[in-house]
């Protein structure tokens, strides 16, 4: 991964900042990620620790600050898929714990999944993410008293299945007080499943797993 900060952009000479000297600023750095999953019928689990080696950022810090060398994040997801007899429906419920080790920030996500399957090779879905803090981070508007808010995030996303070929696109609103900015966010998604014929029964896998949709 390569980090580059160019500060010569940032320069005003009407408003001087002693963090900004007017630099190119440069960063690389190698880091590996490891994941386990289970698949049983509809049924998946998996588990995966992101970042593992430590890593050292302060030279890119602009205010001379220091950042943890330790940047694993533990994920974990359990979810199923629900089918409906002779119908083209599915639920996918699911749950998600993310957790960051240096500082102990937790996080879960709540997910539900809906598919339509219009035809053999398109699927349709949307569906819906709600994630929450669990620690909560303090915070100070006066600068003297502080108070606790638990992190809320709302989530909705749609998308399609053609082929091989998926399309996404999710939108993100803040659900707190105090909030990151005044908008939400937006995400779009492509990409392209490569087939494994070899695994293939009559043509298509013979569960609904999330990772081979």
Known sequence: ??????????????????????????????????????FKQNFF????????????????????GIEPD???RLLFTAGNTFTFKNTPFSLEPSISYFNILSITDQQADFNL?????????FRFWLGGSFRVNIDGVRFSIDNQSTSTQISQMGSGFIGFNYANFIFAYTYTSQLNEINFSSSGFHQVTLGYNIPDTKNLRNGKRSCNCPSFQ
């Open 113 to 121: 999944k809906g598919y339509y399957d219009m035809r053999e090779d």
């Open 70 to 72: 330790n940047q694993t």
């Open 45 to 64: 689990v998996s588990a995966s620790l992101k970042n593992i080696l430590p890593i050292n950022r302060d030279n890119l810090l602009l205010d001379g």
């Open 1 to 38: 991964m390569q980090r580059r900060i160019d500060e010569r952009r940032l320069t005003n000479p009407n408003l001087i900042d002693p963090a900004i000297q007017g630099q190119v600023l440069n960063d690389v750095s190698f880091n590996s990620d490891f994941g386990i999953s289970y």
